[in-house]
C-alpha cells in the first residue's frame, strides 16, 4: 500500500524557516522523481519544487529560487523542502508528490501559514 506522509509545517513569522519532509512506503522510492506543489488559498496548485531520480537536477517556481531547496535522501525514503526567508505569500498548503509515469502519487497535505 502507497503512503506518503508529510511533516513540518505550521506557521512561522515573515522571515523565518521551516523544513518540510514527505516520507513514502510501498513503492521503489528511489526510482521516482519527486515534487513540491502549493495551493494558496482561492489559486490554482502549482509547482514550487522539483527533484530528478538521481538528485543531480533540480527546479524551482522563480518566486522561491534563492529561498527553497528540495532534496531527497533515498536511504530514508524521504524527501524534503527546505524552506527560508518565508513571505506571507508563502503561505499555503504544500503538497508532496512522487512520480514515475504513469504513477503519481500524493502525500496529504499540510498547511503552512507565514505571519507576524
Known amino acids: 500500500q502507497v503512503q506518503l506522509v508529510e511533516s513540518g509545517g505550521g506557521l512561522v513569522q515573515p522571515g523565518g524557516s521551516l523544513r518540510l519532509s514527505c516520507t513514502a512506503s510501498g513503492f521503489k522510492f528511489s526510482n521516482y522523481a519527486l515534487s513540491w506543489f502549493r495551493q494558496a488559498p482561492g489559486k490554482e496548485r502549482e509547482l514550487v519544487a522539483f527533484i530528478s531520480i538521481t538528485g543531480s537536477g533540480t527546479n524551482y517556481v522563480d518566486s522561491v529560487k534563492g529561498r527553497f531547496t528540495i532534496s531527497r535522501d533515498n536511504a530514508m525514503n524521504t524527501w524534503y523542502l527546505q524552506m527560508n526567508s518565508l513571505k506571507p505569500e508563502d503561505t499555503a498548503v504544500y503538497y508532496c508528490?512522487?512520480?514515475?509515469?504513469?504513477?503519481?502519487?500524493w502525500g496529504q497535505g499540510l498547511r503552512v501559514t507565514v505571519s507576524s
Open positions: 508528490k512522487a512520480y514515475r509515469f504513469p504513477d503519481e502519487f
